[in-house]
């Protein structure tokens, strides 16, 4: 059993920058690989950045250069710096921790990029 509790979401203007942090409770943090997901309105949720057990990251294209994804296993935590965000960006953000038997979703926090 783990559970996960994303924060940091918000109202930001286009351009701006916002942290969000996804905290872990349970043992094995270290064991799964991490990831950011988004939903937005009528849209599919859709992957934003990976990061593996061992540290190797991915993007979306939609955020290379402006996202990113990091871990600290002592303190069982996730975070993603977004910076340059787009209106676009906007959309619910879902930390999820995943290994070979499990699959764990946070409840998700909003952010909302408009001017």
């Known amino acids: 059993q783990v559970l996960l509790v994303e924060s940091g979401g918000g109202l930001v203007q286009p351009g701006g920058s916002l942290t969000l942090s996804c905290a872990a409770s349970?043992?094995?943090?270290?064991?799964?690989?991490m990831g950011w997901y988004r939903q937005a309105p009528g849209k599919q949720r859709e992957l934003v950045a990976i990061i593996t057990r061992g540290g190797s990251t991915n993007y979306a294209d939609s955020v290379q250069g402006r996202f990113s994804i990091s871990r600290d296993n002592a303190k069982n935590t996730l975070s993603l710096q977004m910076n340059s965000l787009k209106p676009e960006d906007t959309a619910v953000y879902y930390c999820?921790?995943?290994?070979?038997?499990?699959?764990?979703w946070g409840q998700g926090t909003q952010v909302t990029v408009s001017s």
């Open positions: 999820n921790a995943r290994n070979t038997l499990y699959h764990y």
């Open positions: 349970g043992s094995g943090f270290s064991f799964y690989d």
